[in-house]
Nanobody, 128 residues
Framework: QVQLVESGGGLVQAGGSLRLSCAAS????????MGWFRQAPGKEREFVAA????????YYADSVKGRSTISRDNAKNTVYLQMDSLRPEDTAVYYC?????????????????????WGQGTQVTVSS
């Protein structure tokens, strides 16, 4: 099992930046594909970004592509989400997630159902 704790959320003005962190403990961190998801009030949880176990492959939702960067440090058991040029529509609770469903061919995932462990979330609020 993996325990995940997010941090770095907060209130920021439109156009600003935030860096979210997710610290993992428990199982071997580098065994997992890591992802970020978000959920706004009244909406379903949606994919934001994911990074493969070795950090070489990343994937982004169209809504954040070009404005966000996901990265990981396996030595620190931590995954990051750098978000720039934030917009009011980015306001949501952001969740870190871990998936151990990878194979030698498929190493990155973007569906909620493909993730096995979740953090408690961190609130991001972007004011206009």
């Amino acid at each position: 099992q993996v325990q995940l704790v997010e941090s770095g959320g907060g209130l920021v003005q439109a156009g600003g930046s935030l860096r979210l962190s997710c610290a993992a403990s428990g199982d071997t961190f580098s065994d997992y594909c890591m992802g970020w998801f978000r959920q706004a009030p009244g909406k379903e949880r949606e994919f934001v970004a994911a990074v493969s176990w070795n950090g070489r492959t990343t994937y982004y939702a169209d809504s954040v592509k070009g404005r966000s960067t996901i990265s990981r440090d396996n030595a620190k058991n931590t995954v990051y989400l750098q978000m720039d040029s934030l917009r009011p529509e980015d306001t949501a609770v952001y969740y870190c997630a871990a998936s151990n469903q990878g194979t030698s061919i498929v190493t990155i995932f973007y569906r909620v159902s493909e993730y096995d462990y979740w953090g408690q979330g961190t609130q991001v609020t972007v004011s206009s």
